[in-house]
């Protein structure tokens, strides 16, 4: 982003340039957070180590012309554990010695990018057990993934949820770079099956959440669960 202030570009040309929303740019342009997000922009010309999805990612949604090591669980139960909120981890190289590491806690059925971990370095020798405390909150290990399917899962699942009224987690634009060039639109069908499809998580405003749903597709025009009445 230094280098594109340098040459005089206002924020809104900033935004499109790296795919951002504007009031995102001009929030980077003022708080000094330009050196951590060229950090993360270089990341995607470094070697892919590797990439992980959490089990039951494919839950409920429907993929047009599935490439074969799309895999997942043979056994898809409604509201299985991992059903719609899948998370992602792409590894990439850093040095010799080091590795960098994303993260992405993905909504496929409603909100897109909950929550996402910038590029962070480890050494590589870190880098097994950090997997695994990265997926522990869910009951087996994940499975490996090829960066395609990475790519269509987080960034399918934001311009899904875009498409609905919801912005990714301000962090996902400084771990977009990490999966590198995608060519939209996604292979995936987000949704359960079909359509929106809202999971309350702790952090969530049931209440805002279902008035935008309201707003994009209509009420009666979405799933819901929640664990507090809606007024």
Not at 65 to 86: T, V
Not at 93 to 102: G, L, N
Not at 118 to 138: I, K, V, W
Not at 145 to 168: C, K, M, S, T
Request: a negative charge.
């Amino acid at each position: 982003m230094h280098a594109l202030r340098a040459a005089g570009s206002t924020p809104k040309q900033i935004a499109r340039t790296l795919g951002i929303p504007r009031s995102k740019a001009v929030e980077l342009v003022h708080s000094g957070a330009g050196p951590r997000m060229e950090r993360a922009m270089t990341t995607v010309e470094k070697r892919l180590v590797g990439c992980w999805i959490t089990r039951q990612w494919s839950n409920g949604l429907s993929i047009e012309n599935r490439p074969p090591d799309w895999i997942d669980d043979d056994d898809l139960p409604p509201q299985a554990m991992g059903a719609g909120l899948p998370s992602v981890a792409v590894v990439r190289e850093h040095s010799d010695d080091e590795v960098s590491v994303c993260g992405y806690l993905v909504d496929t059925y409603c909100q897109g990018v909950k929550n996402a971990i910038p590029p962070h370095m480890m050494d590589r020798r870190d880098l097994t057990g950090y997997l695994a405390h990265f997926f522990s909150a869910y009951d087996r290990e994940p499975l490996p993934a090829p960066i395609e399917l990475a790519q269509n899962v987080v960034l399918g699942a934001v311009e899904y949820a875009q498409g609905l009224g919801f912005d990714p987690d301000p962090d996902f634009y400084l771990a977009k770079p990490h999966l590198g060039a995608w060519q939209p639109p996604s292979q995936i069908r987000f949704g359960l099956r079909g359509k929106p499809y809202f999971q309350q998580g702790p952090y969530d405003n049931p209440t805002r959440v279902m008035r935008t749903l309201d707003r994009s597709v209509g009420p009666g025009n979405y799933g819901f669960f929640t664990e507090v009445s809606i007024d």
